[in-house]
């Protein structure tokens, strides 16, 4: 439906073109079209979230997927001044739901995004152990408290001020829902002074 109303105003933008004679109209027809295709490109980057997807797993190229989340964040690490290193490499791939995933790691950087505002470096990284099946999400943030690590993933849970606990539940309950595992990485995985989480996918997810 989305896209049919996006081709809809495109057509409408081109047609009306040709009649629009007066400067300052041709001006504001220049502005809409700019902010339509500023839309469109966010829907384009929303598709993988849509219903239609919600039980399709396929064969996904891991880097090329972390990059598409990158890009959806884009403006909220920019605003934050907080950099998104991708290490993951280029060869890896992965027989995943996108719809599933995308939001749930969507989840894990928001809350990175956080932690790492107090900190002179805001790295968020993300890389890849082939041994273990593990993609690592971590930061330059403060790190998780000892004790509350066994608490992190309950619901109702937040170390933020007004926040909801639900996140980290949610996360995990989708990734486990698609045979995968989430888990909080120990200190001596982690090559970052932050919290480390790490995606455990199954054996399946990789050997297909």
């Known amino acids: 439906e989305f896209n049919q109303l996006f081709i809809n105003v495109n057509n409408a933008i081109k047609n009306m073109e040709p009649y629009v004679r007066d400067a300052n109209a041709k001006y504001w027809l220049k502005q809409i079209d700019m902010g339509f295709r500023s839309i469109s490109d966010r829907q384009n980057q929303l598709s993988p979230m849509y219903r239609t997807y919600s039980l399709r797993k396929a064969k996904t190229n891991l880097h090329d997927f972390i990059e598409e989340i990158r890009k959806f964040t884009d403006s909220e690490l920019a605003r934050n001044s907080v950099t998104?290193?991708?290490?993951?490499?280029?060869?890896?791939?992965?027989?995943?739901?996108?719809?599933?995933?995308?939001?749930?790691?969507?989840?894990?950087?928001?809350?990175?995004?956080?932690?790492?505002?107090?900190?002179?470096?805001?790295?968020?990284?993300?890389?890849?152990?082939?041994?273990?099946?593990?993609?690592?999400?971590?930061?330059?943030?403060?790190?998780?408290?000892?004790?509350?690590?066994?608490?992190?993933?309950?619901?109702?849970?937040?170390?933020?001020?007004?926040?909801?606990?639900?996140?980290?539940?949610?996360?995990?309950?989708?990734?486990?829902s698609q045979g995968h595992k989430l888990e909080i990485a120990p200190d001596e995985e982690k090559t970052l002074p932050g919290a480390c989480f790490k995606i455990i996918f199954s054996e399946d997810a990789i050997g297909e």
């Open 84 to 176: 998104l290193k991708n290490d993951v490499p280029e060869t890896i791939d992965v027989v995943l739901s996108k719809s599933k995933l995308f939001p749930a790691i969507s989840n894990l950087i928001n809350n990175a995004v956080y932690w790492v505002l107090n900190q002179k470096e805001r790295i968020i990284l993300f890389r890849y152990d082939e041994a273990t099946r593990s993609l690592y999400i971590e930061d330059s943030g403060t790190g998780i408290i000892a004790g509350n690590k066994e608490r992190i993933f309950d619901p109702f849970v937040s170390f933020k001020p007004n926040g909801r606990g639900l996140g980290l539940t949610v996360a995990r309950k989708v990734i486990e």
